[in-house]
């Protein structure tokens, strides 16, 4: 099991790699300011999300238009709807469609999605009661990816990669929604997240 989760970690490392690089290649003009490693709530599969400001900007625009056109009265901002969709991969453009090369970065997802399966396969082989091995199982699925994301930091300041890239592992719909932003701490400094988590203006 102990080799399983190292060898996600090197899976997620090369996820991060691949497609950032990828992505800076066929989108030169974008500046990226978050990717993310998304997993379902019980940390068993796993795909990547990435934005730019570019792409937030016109998201947000899209989104504030529907918004005023189905509530005439909202007083929503064009600022307000950027800080609301900036922390939300689901809110993201870029994934592997955009790729104009993903067979790579393909790749490697599925290296790390079977890494996943053998994972919790052996999990729910083992003797452990199921509510301890399942806790367990998540939470080092959760820092082996995390991990990953750090390997990938250390490479990269290395080679002078920007470094102001927020860097996530992202659980969707969290029971806790605390747990993503303290995932977030793990692999990003407070200055890297200064300004991205959406905090509600005071009234």
């Known amino acids: 099991m102990r080799s399983n989760f190292a060898r996600l970690a090197n899976a997620s490392q090369a996820i991060v790699s691949t497609a950032l690089k990828q992505l800076q290649q066929d989108l030169p003009g974008e500046r990226f300011y978050g990717f993310a490693l998304c997993v379902d709530a019980d940390a068993t599969s796993c795909y990547w999300s990435a934005n730019s400001e570019e792409s937030l900007i016109r998201y947000a625009e899209a989104w504030k238009a529907k918004t005023v056109e189905r509530f005439p009265d909202s007083s929503v901002t064009l600022d307000q709807a950027i800080g609301l969709h900036r922390d939300d991969p689901s809110a993201w453009t870029y994934d592997i469609e955009y790729l104009s090369d993903a067979e790579a970065t393909t790749q490697s997802q599925r290296q790390l ?33 995390s991990s990953g994301i ?34 977030a701490r793990l692999t990003n400094s407070e200055s890297q997240l200064a300004g991205f988590f959406y905090e509600p203006e005071a009234e």
């Open 150 to 183: 750090n390997q990938y930091r250390a490479i990269s300041k290395q080679d002078s990669t920007d470094q102001s890239i927020v860097l996530l592992v992202w659980i969707n719909d969290p029971d806790d929604p605390a747990e993503n932003q303290m995932l």
């Open 113 to 145: 999605n079977g890494i996943f399966g053998e994972i919790w396969t052996a999990a729910e082989n083992s003797w452990l009661p199921n509510i301890w091995r399942t806790t367990s199982t998540r939470k080092k699925c959760l820092r082996a990816l």
